[in-house]
């Protein structure tokens, strides 16, 4: 009897070993889109429901942390040069459809954290995607994500095009205020405008990439 007793006890014991050590792992991983992410500011007004490469045929929004849209564009003539602060991070909600209802969650997060210093960064940025409802984000470690980001920082046929080439970091749409005020504070003298992000009709987008 007592010799059950004391081994069910050392199982019980056991398992909480395991349990412990377990919650413990979970606790040391990091979720990069942090629980309060639905309430950082939209990198774009824009309806994000054409389709694109990649990202397939669904409903995104992206929105930044308070830390990316510190980034000060440095000036090279009429070009902005972007270049993201380290901790900044940018997660695109991805919907089952481009016409989710309201209140619905979406189906996937894909996520950007600039940490040059992390090995597993690929053009300065961490490329991560989250599954949901499990909530698992993974670190990509093939360059399909960055290839094609890529892009970005030459023309494109998204966003306003980037049609001068500008280094924008990897990043696809830039908050358009933050290069205004980039643009602007350069002087009348420049003559240059900040190009905008509403002109663009949506029919423009999702012909052909
Ligand atoms: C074939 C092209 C392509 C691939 C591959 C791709 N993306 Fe994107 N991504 C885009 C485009 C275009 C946008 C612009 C926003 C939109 O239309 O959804 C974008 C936007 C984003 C944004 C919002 C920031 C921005 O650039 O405006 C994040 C975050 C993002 N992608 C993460 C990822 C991750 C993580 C992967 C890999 C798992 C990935 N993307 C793979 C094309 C791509």
Redesign the pocket.
């Known amino acids: 009897m007592m010799r059950t007793r004391s081994i069910a006890l050392g199982a019980v014991a056991a398992l909480a070993v395991l349990c412990g050590l377990a919650s413990c792992t979970h606790k040391e991983e990091e979720v990069y889109g942090t629980p309060d992410y639905p309430t950082w500011k939209r990198?774009?007004d824009t309806l994000?429901n054409?389709p694109?490469?990649?990202?397939m045929n669904r409903l995104?929004i992206?929105r930044m942390n308070a830390k990316g849209f510190t980034v000060v564009p440095t000036r090279e003539g009429n070009k902005l040069h972007w270049d993201f602060p380290e901790d900044t991070v940018?997660?695109?909600e991805v919907y089952a459809t481009t016409t989710p209802a309201p209140g619905e969650a979406p189906v996937q997060l894909?996520?950007?954290v600039k940490d040059p210093a992390d090995p597993r960064s690929q053009g300065g940025w961490l490329?991560?995607?989250r599954d949901l409802p499990n909530g698992k984000e993974t670190v990509?470690m093939g360059n399909?994500?960055v290839?094609?980001?890529e892009?970005?920082n030459e023309p494109?046929p998204?966003?306003d095009k980037n049609p001068n080439s500008e280094f924008r970091d990897?990043?696809?749409?830039?908050p358009t205020d933050i290069q205004a005020k980039a643009l602007g504070s350069g002087g009348a003298a420049s003559g240059s405008a900040a190009p905008a992000d509403s002109g663009s009709s949506q029919s423009e987008?999702g012909e052909s990439?």
């Not at 694109?52 to 990202?55: E, Y």
């Not at 990897?170 to 830039?174: R, T």
């Open positions: 990198t774009t994000l054409y694109i490469p990649g990202h995104r992206p940018i997660v695109k894909t996520i950007m490329w991560i995607t990509f399909f994500c290839t094609c980001h892009n970005a494109h998204y966003f990897y990043v696809y749409f830039v987008y990439y």
